[in-house]
């Protein structure tokens, strides 16, 4: 099946520090590409939508500039979180729409940032 | 914004017994999709039923849709030890947006 690969799988940062994760679609190619934070023993938030060649689509109440997404090829997106603080710290996972029939969703395995 | 509300929120059951998990959603759907996600790992996902079906089976896992009542439930039989994990039903919203439920934490005990 689609693989989605998450880099890096964990990441320790010191406030004030940027972090940027990779999510590549292995063996597919993604137009769209969705990044989610989630918190312990909480559901999954999306964040925003990653559109190939074009600005990333965000949802209401995630801020742009803290959160910089970049969608140059169609197999990869990357996650920057600028000038981290530890309430950044979260599982971040993004997935990846197939271009199927079913426009079947494939996640990667998630990154988790812990901010000190 | 996230409209899945899935309860119970936690299930705690024996290992062979069958575990009921339900979703309700808020607004009009286009599919209802149920994934699963292992602690600390990416989602897997299990199942997707149309907004014209009404149940649908793969394996131990049996998915029933009702949009007269906005609700869907997961079941999986004869749970085993190794179905542990967090259980969530996601909607899709427009073109292409998936919105989550807030999942159930299932645990089976051997």
């Known amino acids: 099946g689609a693989v989605v690969s998450q880099h890096p799988s964990r990441v320790i940062c010191k406030s004030g520090t940027s972090v940027k994760i990779e999510c590549r679609s292995l063996?597919?190619?993604?137009?769209?590409m969705f990044w989610y934070r989630q918190f312990p023993k909480q559901s999954l938030m999306l964040m925003a939508t990653s559109n190939e060649g074009s600005k990333a689509t965000y949802e209401q109440g995630v801020e742009k500039d803290k959160f910089l997404i970049n969608h140059a090829s169609l197999t990869l997106s990357t996650l920057t979180v600028t000038s981290a603080h530890p309430e950044d710290s979260s599982f971040y996972i993004c997935?990846?729409?197939?271009?199927?029939?079913?426009?079947?969703?494939?996640f990667g395995e998630g990154s988790r940032l812990t901010v000190l | 914004s996230q409209q899945g509300e899935e309860d119970p929120q936690a299930l705690s059951i024996q290992e062979g017994e069958n575990a009921t998990m339900n979703c309700s959603y808020k607004t009009s759907i286009n599919n209802l999709q149920w994934y699963r996600q292992n602690s600390g790992r990416g989602l897997v996902h299990l199942i997707l039923?149309?907004?014209?079906?009404r149940e649908k089976h793969s394996g131990r896992l049996r998915v029933t849709l009702d949009t007269s009542k906005k609700s869907s439930s997961l079941l999986i039989t004869a749970s085993r030890a190794a179905d542990t994990a967090s259980y969530f039903c996601?909607?899709?919203?427009?073109?292409?947006?998936?919105?989550f439920g807030q999942g159930t934490r299932l645990t089976i005990n051997p």
């Open positions: 996601a909607t899709t919203q427009g073109a292409q947006k998936l919105v």
């Open positions: 063996d597919f190619q993604a137009t769209t």
């Open positions: 039923i149309r907004s014209n079906e």
């Open positions: 997935s990846a729409r197939a271009e199927t029939n079913t426009g079947e969703l494939f």
